[in-house]
Every structure is written in C-alpha cells, then in structure tokens.
C-alpha cells in the first residue's frame, strides 16, 4: 500500500504537512500583534472609543489564532528531533544556537507579557499595558528574526566549517546569522505577514459594510487595511524581485524549476507564462512564453545568456512543477493584492471607499489571498531547495531519522486527524468571531464573562476620554 | 580540554535547570487538566481554567527551551533520544495541542460543546504528562546506541519502569495541581482541592519510593552510585531530606495552610530531580553517551551562554512580574476571562 513511500518520503511528507497548517498562523500573529500595538497606540493618543472597540474585537481573534501557532510550533521545533535526527546531529551546533536564541529573546516575550496583555488592562494601567501590547508584537518580530536566519542558512549557508565528526560547526557567527539570503527573505516575511493580516482586517471591514455601510468600526479597519494593501503591496512586489536576484545568485538551480528553464539559452532567455512542466521529459509543454524577457527580469538585459536544468545532474534536480506553479500562485496574489490596493486609491479619491460595493466584494474574496501566497512562496523555496536540506551540502535522503515507515505513517495519521479535528474547529471559531461586527463597548477576551475589574472598565474609561 | 569540560557542565546544569522549571511550571498546569474530570462543576472549571489562563503560555515555553537547548548544546544526544522516544514524544505533542487550545477554545462555544474542549484540556493534560513520564522511564533504562544513531525498536521505551514513572509523574502533577488550587482559590473548590492534597500526597510518597527502590535495579551503575562507600555519604541526605519535607508538607496540610503546600511541594520535586541527576551524572544518555561526547563545539556553547547568561534572569523577571500582576485569590463569576 505504501509502496515507494519510506521513511524520508513520509517524514517530508509530514514536515510539509505541519509546516503547511503551522505557517499560517504566525504569519497571521505577527501582522495582527503590530496592528493590535497600532490601535492600541492610537487610542492612548486619541481617546477615541472606536480604537478601544476595535482593539478589544482583535485581540480576542489574537488570542485563538497565537494559540494556535503556539501550539503548532512546538510541533515544528520537536520534529527536528523526531524525524530528522541526523540533521540534528550534523547541523545541531550551527542552527541550534539561532533557534535557542529564538526561544530566549522571542518566545518568552511573547508568553511572558501575553497573558497581560489579553487580562491584564484593568489590572496594570494603560502604559503599562500597552507595553505590554508592544512587547508582544516585538516578540513576534524578533522571532522572524531567527526562524527566517535559520531557514536562510539552510539554504545559503555560510560561516560554517565541518568537523571531524561531519557537524556543521560556526567559524563566523555574524556570517551565518546574516548569511547571503537572509536579509532579503525577512523582508519578504514580514511584508507578506503584514499583507495577510491586511488582507483579512480589510475583507472583515468589506463584510460588515456590505451590511451596513455606516458602521464606524469596519469603515476604520476597512481604511487602515486598504491602506496596508496600497503602500505595501508594491513595496512586497519590488521584494520580491530582489529576493529573486539574490536567489540567482545563489541558488540558481532553483530559479531554472521556478521560471521552467529546463534548456540553457545562449542569447535571452524567454519568460515561461504558463505552461506544464514535464520533469522526465525535461521541457515545459504547451508553454506560453515572452521571448527574451526572462533575461530582461533576472539580468536586466535582453540577451543576457541564461543556464537551465540541463547543465545540473538530473538527481540534483528539484521537483520542477510544483515549484513553477507555486510560485506562479504567489505572484499571481501579489499582483492581486497591487490591484485591490490601487483601487481602493482610486475609490478614496473618487470618496466611495465606504459605498462601493464592488471594492467591498473584492476585498471580501481576498481575505484568503494573503495566506494562500505565504503558503505559495513557502512550496517554492523549500521544494526549489531539494534535494538538499542544506543546500548543496547535507541531502534530504541523507538528514533523515534512522525510523521504519510505519512510526513515521502512524504519527503522520495521527497529525492530520488531529489537526484537521483541532484546527478546523479553531477556524471555525475565528470565523465566528469575525462575523460579528465590532460593537460599543466591546470586551476583551472572555465576552459574555464580567471581566475582574476594580470599578472602570476599558469602554467606560475611554468615554469619558472620549468626552472629557 | 579543561575549557570544555567546564563549559559541558555549564550546559548540562543549564538543560537540566531549564527542564525543571518547566516540570514545576507546567507541572502544576497539566495537574490542572489531570483533577479536572473531579470538578463537574461549570464554575469551578472556569475558576481553575482562569487561575493559569494569564501565565501557562509562558510555562510551556520552559519546553521549548530544554528542547531546543539541547539541540544546541549536546546536538548528539538530541540526536539519539528523540527517535528513541519517538512514539511518547508525538503522543505528548498530541497531548499538548489538546491542552494548548482548549484554554481558548471553551470560551468560544456554547456550554454542549464547551465539554468537549473540557475533555480536550483533561486528557490532553493527562496524554501529554504520561508521555512525559514514560520518556523519563525510558531514559533512565537507557537505550540502544550504535554510531551517532539510535539503534533500537520503536517500542523500546514502553517497559513497567516506563509505565511506573508515567504514573508517578501524574500523581505528581496533579497533586501540584491540587495544592495550587489550595493557595488560588477559596470557599468550597479550596475544601475539594485540599482534601485531594491528602491523598495525592501518600500516592506521591509511595510512588517516589517506587520508583527509587526500581531504579538501582535498572543498572548496576545506579546501585554503585546510590549505596557504595563513599557515595553514600553524599546521597544519603536526599532520601533524608525528602522524608523531611514529606512532615512538612503534612503539617502545612494539617494547619490548613494557603501557600506552604505547594512550594513544600515543589521541594519535593525539586529533591526526585536532584536524585535523577545524581543517578544519570555524567551521561546524558545513559550508560552510553556522556555530556561531553554529546556536547556542541565550544564556540557554539560559548556563543549561547551570552543569550542565556543576560536573557534568563531578564525572562525569570518579567514572568515573576506577570504572576505578580495576577496575584491572590481567583473569584467565581470575576476571572480573567
């Protein structure tokens, strides 16, 4: 039944699998844990009660979707052990030390001052607790930090030396922690965290003004999330091309599966569109191409020549098809996220952004579009890396956990069937959550339970800012 | 060479202090979730749930931390006990995600369903501390190494001494439970919770002297380092000062006292896991690997101690800070949430 499915296939298969529900969440946590600092900030600032609102409806999503993710990363961080544990072993003293310092310089900020964060308002002031918000969202920022140093040191590793036992070890900790990818792809991150979060903080606004356009809480999440998309999307477009080049640079192979460039071209290199990647065959059929443009993008010259798969050892080869469409996926809801942007810019000149249905219909179909391209450009640069976990260096084959297949295909069930169980329910919850419109006097997490307060509440404390 | 020895022994006593915060920490969390099929009672299931809501986040990170400090600092022995542990390792994950989400999740869902994750936050709690225990058995009798590999079953880690240490860190769990909800809680839940004290106190004691009396007769090493001359002078006093506390701790009982039980409690803890040190020292897997085969490049070790010598003293300061903020009593009707 499981034939051809040993044990690195299944324990790919399960990295892929929990990395897959894993990533969306903090790509989620870390955008909305700045927006939630944002509202905050601008209630101290302005008194405006509909901050407040509006801080209190986020954070209770806040508080599912980071556990969540909590929960889900600590998964991530014991499969190293589990599946891949001569990874561990080999590359243990070199992306070890990052993931620790993840843990004490991320982690425990989070933990430590989310629990004030979500009860706390009433217990420790204003100022305080919004530090407290603001720790929270450094946190997060900070463990991108070095999830994203480690992860680009698997792909473009540097600093390293091995030893006599095969380890990795550091000869230079500043060149693996700033290794050649690494500052292009926390930029990239952050940017699409930021996006995604935008892109949902817009489709609730759009979904409440399509049912009543006068609601002051999603016409302010609606602007500000319109705005992300208009500044943003853009600034993540131009990222993008520069993690590109740098990709080229080093990592071409991995450009070849990306762009389908399964034959070297002498002068100009076409733009594979479209297409269906044959990887036995070695040629991309029914491909709609632009001459020469593919070297205009990745050379910036018409002519330049390019270098395709046939100049790599067929078994160094990537799985070209999943990496060319994934990454068309992605760029396709980049270019997406540009368009809603541009409009809703247009709607604000025009003064529609509140009325046009159109606009709110859009943004609404969008929601997903932020996660759905997180989980895009994740596929494309981790299958574009193989057959190698760190690249060039230590094979996949080669990283795997000495485990039988039927331990690695019973937790591998076990995992799906809990966390579809788990996190479909979670979803669920979101949803609901978001359904409802943010109201006057909306409470933190806990809702219909009387919060512990010594005599003012946050809404009664922001009116009478408000009003004094 | 002296350099590294001494850096070795940093580590371990940094993994090892790492590991029993987070025994004492979640411990008394995941003892929550054990007693909860004890407390039917809606209200006082939101009283226990709103008494750590605010902090076992932070508690579980402890976790990640003795996870993923290992992988740092003995790479080699994070190598060969994990997939030695392989099953007990996903069923606590497992366990953990149940727990984990359920904190959240009840609040979200009318009262049929909120049972549900009631049982989530039980049996994960429960789940996730047998398999705990089940991998400290499985350590303590060792395991099968050949090369920088595991060379054993998948079924290796499940003996009796397994399952004896999966049971005894329940009963330990749940009584740091219990005697937390003793110092957080009052009126009827505080009565319920300190008659459990009790009981859960002499389980404790004679799981402890289960487990002491099985664990000589794993190794002969264990037997030389407990009971030979001149060792015994050195680990005599452990037994000794856990029947001290054990009158402590049932004198606090007997005064009814709010906080004593469960800081005496937690001697307690901390006096079991001094004797595992003193069992398990110098090998970090038994009997086959030791600290220093298994410990990271210098540099690496070197690198990590700056994070650890400024950043835990800063965490262990604002997570006191956060159990200060959510202080005293936890009221019916008036928590967290």
């Known amino acids: 039944m499981f034939e051809g499915w040993d044990a690195v296939v299944l324990a790919r298969a399960q990295f892929a699998f929990t990395m897959s529900f894993h990533i969306v969440f903090p790509a989620f946590s870390i955008g909305l844990a700045s927006y939630l600092a944002v509202l905050e900030a601008l209630w101290l600032w302005t008194g405006r009660e509909v901050f407040i609102n509006l801080f209190n409806y986020w954070l209770k999503i806040f508080a599912v979707a980071f556990g969540m993710g909590v929960v889900s990363g600590i998964v991530m961080s014991y499969q190293f052990g589990t599946n891949w544990s001569v990874f561990s072993d080999k590359t243990g003293p070199v992306i070890g030390p990052l993931m620790a310092y993840e843990v004490l310089t991320a982690f425990f900020l989070e933990a430590g001052f989310l629990g004030v964060m979500l009860f706390g308002l009433e217990r420790v002031g204003h100022r305080l607790h919004f530090i407290a918000t603001l720790m929270v969202a450094v946190g997060t920022l900070i463990s991108a930090f070095w999830i994203l140093s480690a992860n680009s040191w698997m792909q473009t590793p540097a600093g ?7 380890q990795f070890v550091a000869a230079d900790w500043l060149k693996v922690i700033f290794n050649p990818s690494f500052p292009y792809r926390l930029v990239h991150m952050v940017l699409a965290a930021y996006l995604t979060t935008a892109l949902v903080v817009g489709a609730v606004g759009a979904f409440h003004l399509l049912r009543d356009r006068h609601l002051a809480g999603p016409r302010v999440m609606f602007s500000m999330a319109m705005w992300m998309a208009t500044l943003v999307a853009p600034i993540q477009i131009v990222a993008g091309d520069q993690h590109g080049l740098n990709t080229l640079e080093h990592q071409p192979v991995k450009i070849m599966a990306m762009e389908g460039h399964f034959e070297s071209h002498k002068d100009g290199a076409p733009l594979v569109l479209f297409g269906l990647p044959d990887q036995a065959a070695g040629k991309v059929k029914y491909a709609v191409e632009v001459p020469k443009l593919g070297s205009l993008i990745l050379k910036h010259s018409l002519d330049a020549p390019l270098a395709g798969l046939d100049t790599v050892p067929r078994k160094d080869w990537p799985p070209v098809p999943i990496a060319f469409w994934s990454f068309r996926i992605m760029v396709g809801m980049g270019f997406l996220m540009m368009g809603l942007g541009l409009l809703s810019l247009w709607a604000r000149w025009r003064g529609t952004l509140y009325h046009s249905r159109l606009l709110h219909m859009f943004a609404l179909a ?5 996660f759905i391209a997180v989980l895009a450009g994740w596929v494309t640069t981790e299958t574009g890396r193989q057959p190698f976990t760190v690249y060039g260096l230590l094979r996949t084959v080669d990283a ?3 485990l039988a297949a039927p331990a690695v295909a019973s937790s591998l069930i076990a995992f799906i069937i809990v966390y579809f169980a788990v996190f479909s329910a979670g979803v669920i919850y979101l949803l609901r959550l978001m359904a409802a419109p943010p109201h006057h006097g909306e409470r933190g997490p806990g809702g219909d339970v009387p ?12 009116t009478a800012r408000g009003t004094a | 060479m002296t350099g590294a020895i001494d850096l070795a022994t940093v580590w371990a006593f940094i993994i090892a202090f790492a590991v029993f915060v987070y025994v004492v920490m979640d411990g008394f969390d995941l003892g929550l979730g054990i007693l909860f099929p004890l407390f039917p009672k809606k209200e006082d299931r939101d009283v226990i749930m709103n008494s750590v809501a605010p902090v076992w986040d932070g508690n579980e990170t402890w976790l990640v931390l003795g996870g993923g400090g290992l992988m740092a600092a003995f790479p080699l022995a994070y190598a060969v006990l ?13 366990g953990l995600i149940f727990r984990g989400v359920a904190f959240e999740f009840r609040w979200r869902v009318t009262q049929g369903k909120r ?4 049982v989530a936050f039980a049996g994960g709690s429960l789940l996730a501390t047998l398999a705990q225990g089940i991998a400290l058995g499985a350590i303590l009798q060792g395991v099968h190494v050949e090369g920088r590999h595991y060379a054993g079953g998948w079924w290796d880690w499940l003996t009796p001494f397994s399952v004896l240490t999966g049971i005894a860190l329940a009963i330990g769990y749940a009584l740091l439970g219990a005697t ?3 110092m957080k809680t009052e009126g009827p839940l505080r009565d319920k919770a300190y008659h459990l004290c009790w009981f859960l106190l002499f389980a404790m004691i004679g799981a402890i002297g289960a487990v002491s009396i099985a664990t000589p007769f794993l190794h002969i090493q264990y037997t030389q380092r407990w009971f030979s001359w001149p060792n015994v002078i050195l680990t005599a006093p452990v037994p000794i000062a856990v029947a001290a506390v054990t009158v402590l701790l049932l004198r606090s009982l007997a005064n009814k006292w709010d906080y004593q039980p469960f800081f005496l409690t937690l001697a307690l803890f901390a006096l079991s896991y001094a004797g595992l040190g003193i069992s398990m020292w110098p090998y970090i897997v038994p009997q086959s690997i030791t600290i220093w085969q298994a410990a990271s490049p210098e540099n690496s070790q070197i690198f990590m101690l700056f994070g650890v010598a400024a950043l835990i003293p800063l965490i262990l300061g604002y997570t006191g800070w956060a159990y200060w903020v959510f202080r005293g009593k936890v009221k019916a009707g008036s928590g967290y949430h």
């Open chain 1, 160 to 166: 390293y030396a091995v030893n006599a036992d095969g």
């Open chain 1, 366 to 370: 969008m929601a997903p579009s932020g």
């Open chain 1, 400 to 402: 795997a956990s000495p």
């Open chain 1, 451 to 462: 919060a512990r307060a010594a005599g003012i509440t946050p809404a009664a404390g922001a």
């Open chain 2, 82 to 94: 994990m997939p030695a542990l392989y099953t007990p390792m996903i069923a606590m994950l497992i």
């Open chain 2, 115 to 118: 049972n549900r994750w009631d």
């Open chain 2, 180 to 182: 937390w909800l003793v």
